[in-house]
């Protein structure tokens, strides 16, 4: 476990939160959670508010898995229940937000519709959760760590719904039109993120 | 670390994880989904209730003693609880998209399972579903009109009586059972007079793998208690004089077998012909009891007709129940037509009697769906 208290801490985190969001891109370059990113990002004002709640649930999630991982599961040796633990973690705050957002936000709540409750099974969740024990991180470095992952998935989406906006008055040949097209750019917006690869070495 | 306290360790964190999460949700429920005292306006202001917010608005009226017609046992799937919300009403639900037509979203009416009371609302619910109530009852006599037809007589206990038209119909409540895990509702034409208010006799087809019937076929004794909630509907006999035409098939004959009793009863010496289609003679029922109101009655005719190909010995009408009406109707005008039955058969018969001349709203019909 690396100290994050040591001298050059700030950088230390700067690096985990640049590479979490842009070279190493949860969606553009693991492919993790792609099934609301097509969904959900036909919408700009939706996109935005997935992307904000996803942001939000991977960040405090990834702190408090990291913390149940540093405090809990690793002293004792049971590094093997992360999988599920995990799991209980992630679902019991998205119906936590789920409550919160209805209360705050009725227009948020019903743009997001079943999209809320899927971010239980949002794999970059979880995604983010297992790759932060895999690098050994703590509890501030989970933090920054699943705070750059959601961020990162945030820029995706709202990339991609910025370009399906305009999508709207092109011409697609009619087989590519919906999933097809929205696809092919991923694919090419990944090619552009693996530019930034090498920037930064976590 | 050994074995046993490896397996004590792990079961202990994962429950206690499991506990924190719960604690933290329902404690986040009790603060955050709780949304207070709201108040529902119905009718412009002919009731207020006051409730509690936070639950789905057809469960809330429920538990008012209002109940607004349901199947599905409000998950969004039958579309039946829709209720006109004209004020408070929150955006509209994905689930309810697809339930709605646009005509119905411009005019404000809502799925009433999907939308939660979060805040004060005024909503509009046809009069008659103020009548509209609870029952439990006992089977008093259950009996097999056919070898898949069976007739359930039930007598009313809480209310003791029941107040509806001919032609009306209730909502029977399956409980749960087997891979049920929640009790439904099925809709059935009463087919007892009202007169009898004590009672409420309903005719049941077995529909395979049907939830409620298979429990009526298969679980349901004399003696049992049933709930039961209505009367609901509009299907009735119009107002006036007019020349009848009747078409039913199957377990369609319900709510003309009530209404021809009430006729009877009443004196009612509106001509009318009963177009009965079933396929062979075992599928026949109550022929003695309308050849006897038919001698009662001198303007009602019964015709029941069979179609299908190997039925010996029958002399009466043969052919699908659209060919009998075809060749019995000479002319349509002046006269209404009732139906009852599968929708494959309402539509082919509203097809033939427009054609003979019954202009559209002057046909009425209950569709079994």
């Not at chain 1, 099974?121 to 024990?133: P, R, S």
């Not at chain 2, 608005?57 to 409000?74: D, E, K, N, R, Y």
Request: glycine fraction near 10%; charged fraction near 20%; include cysteine.
């Amino acid at each position: 476990m690396t100290d994050p208290s040591h001298a050059g801490g700030a950088a230390h985190l700067l690096v985990i939160l640049v590479s979490a969001a842009l070279t190493d891109n949860i969606l553009l370059t693991r492919f993790l959670g792609m099934c609301s990113f097509l969904a959900i990002s036909r919408q700009m004002k939706a996109s935005v508010g997935l992307g904000l709640a996803v942001t939000f649930v991977t960040t405090i999630t990834c702190a408090i898995n990291a913390a149940l991982y540093v405090w809990v599961l690793r002293p004792y040796g049971l590094e093997s229940l992360q999988l599920i633990l995990f799991i209980v973690v992630i679902a019991a705050f998205v119906q936590f937000m789920e409550m919160l957002i209805e209360r705050l936000s009725l227009g948020l709540y019903y743009a997001l519709g079943i999209f809320l409750p899927l971010i239980t099974v949002n794999c970059a969740v979880l995604g983010a959760a297992l790759f932060m024990t895999n690098r050994n991180y703590g509890v501030t470095e989970g933090l920054v760590f699943g705070f750059g992952s959601g961020f990162g998935w945030m820029l995706a989406i709202v990339l991609m719904a910025g370009i399906r906006e305009r999508l709207k008055t092109a011409r697609i040949p009619p087989a590519l039109e919906g999933p097809g097209i929205t696809l092919i750019i991923a694919g090419i917006i990944a090619l552009g993120f693996v530019g930034f690869s090498g920037m930064v070495q976590p | 670390m050994d074995g046993v306290s490896f397996v004590l360790t792990s079961t202990v964190v994962v429950a206690a994880t499991c506990l924190a999460s719960a604690v933290v949700l329902l404690i986040a429920e009790r603060y955050l989904a709780n949304y207070g005292p709201c108040t529902i306006d119905i009718n412009q202001g002919s009731k207020k209730l006051e409730v509690r917010g936070g639950k789905p608005l057809l469960a809330t009226l429920m538990q008012q003693q209002i109940f607004i017609p349901s199947a599905c046992g409000g998950r969004g799937t039958c579309a039946y609880c829709k209720v006109k919300i004209t004020d408070g009403a929150p955006p509209i639900a994905p689930t309810e998209l697809t339930l709605l037509t646009d005509e119905e979203q411009q005019k404000n009416v809502r799925i009433s399972c999907q939308v939660k009371v979060r805040n004060d609302l005024a909503i509009e619910i046809p009069e008659a579903l103020f009548r509209v109530k609870q029952f439990t009852g006992v089977v008093e006599r259950m009996r097999d009109l056919t070898h898949d037809i069976r007739e359930l007589r039930i007598r009313l206990v809480e209310p003791a009586a029941i107040e509806f038209t001919p032609g009306q119909y209730v909502q029977l409540e399956a409980p749960a059972y087997g891979d049920n895990p929640e009790p439904v509702y099925r809709a059935y034409s009463i087919s007892s007079p009202p007169s009898d208010k004590g009672h409420v006799e309903l005719i049941i087809r077995l529909v395979p793998n049907g939830i409620c019937t298979t429990w009526v076929f298969t679980m349901l004794k004399e003696g049992d208690e049933v709930r039961f909630n209505g009367p609901y509907g509009e299907f009735r006999l119009a107002e006036g004089d007019a020349e009848m035409v009747w078409i039913a098939g199957g377990s369609g004959m319900a709510p003309f077998w009530g209404m021809t009793r009430h006729m009877r009863e009443h004196n009612v010496q509106r001509p009318c012909t009963y177009f009965f289609g079933a396929v062979a003679q075992r599928d026949l029922f109550f022929t003695d009891e309308f050849h006897d109101l038919e001698k009662a009655m001198p303007g009602f005719r019964f015709v029941p007709a069979l179609s299908g190909a190997e039925n010996d010995g029958w002399t009466g009408e043969k052919g699908l129940i659209t060919q009998v009406v075809e060749r019995h109707l000479k002319d349509g005008s002046g006269k209404e037509g009732y139906l009852c039955g599968s929708s494959g058969m309402i539509d082919a018969s509203v097809k033939i009697l427009k054609a003979k001349g019954i202009p559209e709203d002057r046909i009425f019909y209950d569709k079994f769906t």
